[in-house]
């Protein structure tokens, strides 16, 4: 599990169409972690959570790649 539990605020919430279960990679290094499978059977859904960012930090990495995007800069790019 990411992060420390006994620091865990709250939690967001995600779900993702099975059909696009490519991106999990992707998901898992943005801190989400698939949790649970359901739906309907040929259209099942994946539950996906990780730990609320504060608000604080939200907003600012919200800003932070729109200004990069504005820029037509790439947000994930690394900083070194």
């Given at each position: 599990?990411?992060?420390?539990?006994?620091?865990?605020?709250?939690?967001?919430?995600?779900?993702?169409?099975?059909t696009?279960?490519?991106?999990?990679?992707?998901?898992?290094?943005?801190?989400?972690?698939?949790v649970?499978?359901?739906?309907?059977?040929?259209?099942?859904?994946?539950?996906?959570?990780?730990?609320?960012?504060?608000?604080?930090a939200?907003?600012?990495?919200?800003?932070?790649?729109?200004y990069?995007?504005?820029?037509?800069?790439?947000?994930?790019?690394?900083?070194?």
């Amino acid at each position: 599990m990411m992060g420390n539990p006994e620091r865990v605020t709250g939690w967001e919430y995600l779900t993702v169409p099975e059909t696009e279960r490519q991106c999990l990679q992707q998901l898992g290094a943005e801190g989400w972690e698939l949790v649970a499978i359901g739906g309907d059977p040929g259209e099942h859904v994946l539950y996906l959570k990780r730990p609320a960012q504060s608000l604080s930090a939200r907003v600012t990495t919200e800003q932070r790649n729109r200004y990069y995007v504005s820029r037509g800069l790439d947000p994930e790019r690394d900083s070194t």
